[in-house]
């Protein structure tokens, strides 16, 4: 029998076992969470029972992750449908054996951007790079979309306490109200504009960079090369914008937009938070890549993550998960995560092109707590899908003088876990209908409404305080657990084919907005096409 099966066949035997019964066993909480570098993984609130877990593990260890996994960190074309490598793991590494790419070793280069972006960053921070004027620049605007926004600007608002230097805007969406609303505050002779796209074709990120020039020529005339740079590997692009070379920050293709706050693309990280901190970011990362390389399957936290996301996913048939930071500062990582595991596992054919046969990513969603308890958990205690949830607290808030908030926000989110966990039986809210004083069938509809069925699972990641290497822990950890999720399932987790259908109609549909000919267009488009048109 295979191993899905077994499983399947360990979920049937569970029967409505409740996930507290599993407790019974003292030694739950310490078998089934795991810890590295001060990072916790608690997984002992699903109902994932020993053996289940021997046979998550066996299918890991089938699914050839370790082999996987190996290729990926020697530099190993994995994303096959591009040709490339996917070495990320390269820009946060502080090794120093040579890593050989088509021949050649890629880590005097890594290290080299590194230098040039370290230098440039403490330049602008010191005000030796400094706008004409006698002025400095306060205001860097990161300009960019998916990748080349989403990461720089999670890290950014998580890093907030450890800013020093220029602040830090983002501008993405094709909207002219983000690109209007964050330039109406900003003064052009003191801003830094970052144009951020890895192909610097993207039509999101050109447009808003069009527009951005212009706003600078209206502030200081002409010549704006003094306020750019930019982070591309396309360097003809780069040059014909105008923007000098030595303020370009270049990469290679073995570097995926989803992937890319490590390098260069983190460089309005780096100029507002500084390179010391910057370089602890990386540490955290590559201390994660450490733990995911070496770890036993077991006591990995990757791995253990992506079981579990397995096992809900494949076994539960849970269709979405809630990433649910307690921590408001990671108040952009439900974003950046959708992106990483969606853009990543949202796939419906194997890397040799075969349909797959189960279902591949779920849905990845979330808000910081507790204000999503205001709003969605009620969905989450007693809606009538099982929505898995994935708690991060950390031990102590950058806040010395407002212990009480934190002491708080912790009891909150784990009242929110034992809640999901425990639930209120129908008898216990009888009671309190009772002693409410409702009597008969009012009391039994209103023990109805008070009924929470619980024994709904939910993860917590706890670490010590959100700093520059905790946050680097926490983004490579959910990285490498989609790693281990996509090798699972056998698909490419490196391409993104999914995006482009939709690109290529907006480029056709542009003139027809603007216009043009609409036949052969459906009917429903045609009528919004009519209802859209720019009043004459
Ligand atoms: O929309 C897909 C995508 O290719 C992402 O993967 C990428 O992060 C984003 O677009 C931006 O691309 P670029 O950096 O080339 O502008």
């Given at each position: 029998m295979d191993i899905w099966q077994k499983l399947k066949d360990n979920l049937s035997a569970a029967g409505d076992r409740r996930i507290i019964s599993l407790f019974a066993n003292q030694s739950r909480f310490e078998d089934f969470s795991a810890e590295a570098d001060g990072m916790l993984?608690?997984?002992?609130?699903?109902?994932?029972?020993?053996?289940?877990?021997?046979?998550?593990?066996?299918?890991?260890?089938?699914?050839?992750?370790?082999?996987?996994?190996?290729?990926?960190?020697?530099g190993e074309k994995i994303n096959t449908t591009e040709g490339r490598a996917v070495l990320h793991t390269a820009?946060?590494?502080?090794?120093?054996?040579?890593?050989?790419?088509?021949?050649?070793?890629?880590?005097?280069?890594?290290?080299?951007?590194?230098?040039?972006?370290?230098?440039?960053?403490?330049?602008?921070r010191s005000g030796d790079i400094a706008p004409p004027g006698g002025h400095?620049?306060?205001?860097?605007?990161?300009?960019?979309?998916?990748?080349?926004?989403?990461?720089?600007?999670?890290a950014s608002l998580a890093l907030a306490p450890y800013h020093d230097g220029p602040r830090c805007h983002f501008v993405s969406n094709i909207d002219g109200a983000h690109v209007s609303d964050v330039l109406k505050d900003l003064d052009p002779r003191k801003t830094l504009v970052l144009i951020a796209s890895k192909t610097f074709t993207t039509v999101e990120t050109m447009t808003n960079a069009d527009t951005a020039l212009n706003w600078l020529r209206t502030g200081v005339g002409d010549d704006v090369s003094e306020h750019l740079a930019a982070i591309s590997t396309n360097l003809d692009l780069t040059a014909a914008m105008g923007i000098l070379?030595?303020?370009?920050?270049?990469?290679?293709?073995?570097?995926?937009?989803?992937?890319?706050?490590?390098?260069?693309?983190?460089?309005?990280?780096?100029?507002?938070?500084?390179?010391?901190?910057?370089?602890?970011?990386?540490?955290?990362?590559?201390?994660?890549?450490?733990?995911?390389?070496?770890?036993?399957?077991?006591?990995?936290l990757p791995v253990l993550m992506a079981l579990v996301g397995i096992w809900h996913r494949n076994i539960c048939k849970y269709q979405t998960r809630a990433v649910l930071p307690y921590d408001q500062r990671l108040a952009r990582l439900p974003a950046y995560l959708q992106q990483l595991d969606m853009e990543s596992n949202g796939k419906r054919v194997a890397i040799d092109g075969q349909t797959l046969p189960q279902e591949s990513g779920p849905v990845v969603w979330g808000e910081p707590g507790t204000n999503g308890q205001h709003a969605f958990f009620q969905l989450l205690h007693q809606g009538t899908d099982i929505i898995p949830a994935e708690f991060l607290i950390a031990a102590e808030g950058h806040e010395p003088e407002l212990v009480h908030h934190h002491d708080m926000l912790k009891a909150n989110c784990l009242a929110q876990s034992e809640?999901?966990?425990?639930?209120?039986?129908?008898?216990?809210?009888?009671?309190?209908?009772?002693?409410?004083?409702?009597?008969?069938?009012?009391?039994?509809?209103?023990?109805?409404?008070?009924?929470?069925?619980?024994?709904?699972?939910?993860?917590?990641?706890?670490?010590?305080?959100?700093?520059?290497?905790?946050l680097g822990q926490i983004i490579?950890?959910?990285?490498?657990?989609?790693?281990?999720?996509?090798?699972?399932?056998?698909?490419?987790?490196?391409?993104?084919?999914?995006?482009?259908?939709?690109?290529?109609?907006?480029?056709?549909?542009?003139?027809?907005?603007?216009g043009g000919d609409s036949s052969g267009k459906d009917g429903s488009t045609v009528g919004l096409l009519r209802k859209l048109a720019t009043p004459s």
């Open positions: 993984l608690d997984i002992s609130k699903t109902n994932i029972d020993p053996a289940a877990m021997a046979l998550l593990i066996q299918l890991a260890e089938r699914s050839g992750v370790a082999e996987k996994r190996n290729a990926m960190f020697s820009l946060r590494s502080s090794e120093t054996t040579p890593l050989i790419m088509d021949g050649e070793d890629i880590r005097p280069g890594v290290a080299n951007t590194l230098q040039k972006m370290i230098k440039f960053a403490d330049q602008v400095r620049f306060t205001d860097i605007v990161n300009i960019g979309i998916g990748g080349s926004d989403l990461g720089p600007a999670m070379p030595d303020r370009v920050f270049g990469f290679a293709d073995w570097v995926g937009g989803r992937y890319s706050l490590w390098g260069p693309f983190g460089l309005a990280i780096m100029l507002s938070i500084g390179p010391q901190n910057f370089r602890a970011f990386l540490a955290g990362g590559a201390a994660m890549d450490q733990h995911f390389k070496l770890a036993p399957f077991r006591v990995n809640a999901l966990l425990l639930g209120r039986s129908y008898e216990d809210a009888q009671n309190i209908a009772a002693a409410l004083g409702f009597e008969g069938e009012e009391q039994q509809t209103q023990a109805a409404h008070r009924t929470f069925p619980g024994n709904r699972p939910s993860v917590t990641l706890a670490y010590k305080k959100l700093d520059s290497f905790t490579a950890l959910y990285e490498h657990r989609v790693f281990v999720e996509g090798a699972i399932w056998g698909v490419n987790s490196f391409d993104q084919w999914g995006v482009e259908l939709g690109k290529e109609l907006a480029n056709a549909l542009l003139p027809v907005v603007q």
